[in-house]
Structure formats: structure tokens, C-alpha cells
């Protein structure tokens, strides 16, 4: 089974710092993705990645960015967090355009 | 999701009973429509999936239907135990990308 393994489960940040959340996968995967996850929103594409060092920006990318530096991890980055930035967020892998597998996902919490 | 919109947010079962989540798209081009259940503390999971040229799929007690005319695609839980008890989500594929509903809570009741 392909795994997705997101650093952190639980983040708790202060306003004005940069963060950076990490991802790996481990099936050589080349599309990799960030989410974020709010209460009756659903899942929002923040940024996407099809091969290392390419980026795409999502439908909100404002605030972050991304870093595809080797194949199997992915990472975003807040720039200077804040508070509106507290959320589940989820990273993703998919060898086509099918079949996503999600990582269990980090909980930030900006102060 | 921008694209795609999901009925009910919260559903309420009897053990027992079958549960229906609606999703409508947007999208003509989209051809791909997977539906992820997420367990509390967990990432979504690929539950079951359709393809467009596919307009019913049955994997044991969870099926998908899809209506291209309409737009919309269902997911049908039958016989609902408790560990059916989790947020469903619905998405279709646009450029490659999903795109996610809202999401379903759905609870069993014993």
C-alpha cells in the first residue's frame, strides 16, 4: 500500500512565523498535492505538484508556497502564518490522474 | 468544492437502514468521481469510484450511481452499521485535479 506520512499530527504556531509542513510517499509517485480542510468546506486545493520542481498553484494558494526539491516529499510553507491559516491540512499522492492517497493529515493551530 | 456540490451535510441512519448522499458537477469534461471516507483523527480513503462510460458500480454494501445528463452522482449505503459512522466526500476530476464537495456526517444509530 502506498503510503503518505505527514510530519507533524498537531502544530500550534504564532502569528508572523514561517512554517514549513512536510510529506512523503513511498510508491514514487509524481502528482503530489496540499489540501486544507474547514468545517463546511470541504477539502480546497491549496497547491500541486506533477514532477520535482514544478508547482501549480491551486484554487487558494495565497499565503503559501511549495517546495518539490525530490520526487517523494513535498512541502508547503507559510510564509508568515496567521490566524485565518488554522486548519486541517492534507497532502496527497496519485501515480495518474486517479486514485489519490491521502496522509492523516496535520492540525495547525496559528496563536 | 467549487465545482461540485454535496446534499445533505449531516445525514441520521437507524442501524440498518441505507443512506443516500447527492452530489451535482458542473463540468461536462469531468470524468472521473470518487467518493473518500474520513474516520475521526484519519485522511480521506477511497471508498469506491465510477467512470463516466459506467453509469452503476456496486462494491458489497455501498454502490454509485452517475447521471451524465443531469450532472449528478449518488452514494448508496446499504444495511448502515456502526462503522459507517464518518464524513463522506464526493469529488470529480477537472484538469486533473479533484475537486471535493462539501462533505456528509454521517451517524448510525444503534
Known amino acids: 500500500d502506498v503510503k503518505v506520512t505527514q510530519s507533524s499530527r498537531y502544530l500550534v504556531k504564532r502569528t508572523g512565523e514561517k512554517v514549513f509542513l512536510e510529506c512523503v510517499q513511498d510508491?514514487?509517485?509524481?502528482?503530489m498535492f496540499w489540501y486544507r480542510q474547514d468545517p463546511g468546506l470541504g477539502l480546497r486545493l491549496i497547491y500541486f505538484?506533477?514532477?520535482?520542481?514544478?508547482?501549480e498553484k491551486g484554487d487558494i494558494p495565497e499565503g503559501y508556497s511549495v517546495s518539490r526539491e525530490k520526487k517523494e516529499r513535498f512541502s508547503l510553507i507559510l510564509e508568515s502564518a496567521s490566524t485565518n491559516q488554522t486548519s486541517m491540512y492534507l497532502c496527497?499522492?496519485?501515480?495518474?490522474?486517479?486514485?489519490?492517497?491521502f496522509g492523516s493529515g496535520t492540525r495547525l493551530t496559528v496563536v | 468544492g467549487e465545482n461540485v456540490e454535496q446534499h445533505p451535510s449531516t445525514l441520521s441512519v437507524q442501524e440498518g437502514d441505507s443512506a443516500v448522499i447527492k452530489c451535482t458537477y458542473s463540468?461536462?469534461?469531468?470524468?472521473?468521481f470518487p467518493w473518500y471516507k474520513q474516520e475521526l483523527g484519519k485522511g480521506p480513503q477511497l471508498i469506491i469510484d465510477?467512470?463516466?462510460?459506467?453509469g452503476e458500480k456496486k462494491d458489497q454494501r455501498i454502490a454509485v450511481t452517475l447521471n451524465k445528463t443531469a450532472k449528478h452522482f449518488s452514494l448508496h449505503i446499504t444495511e448502515t452499521q456502526p462503522e459507517d459512522s464518518a464524513v463522506y466526500f464526493c469529488?470529480?476530476?477537472?484538469?486533473?485535479?479533484?475537486?471535493f464537495g462539501a462533505g456528509t456526517t454521517v451517524t448510525v444509530r444503534a
Open positions: 505538484s506533477y514532477d520535482v520542481k514544478m508547482k
Open positions: 496527497a499522492s496519485s501515480l495518474l490522474e486517479y486514485g489519490y492517497t
Open positions: 510508491m514514487d509517485h509524481e502528482n
Open positions: 469529488a470529480d476530476l477537472n484538469d486533473y485535479k479533484l475537486s
Open positions: 465510477i467512470r463516466s462510460n459506467v
Open positions: 463540468d461536462s469534461a469531468s470524468n472521473y
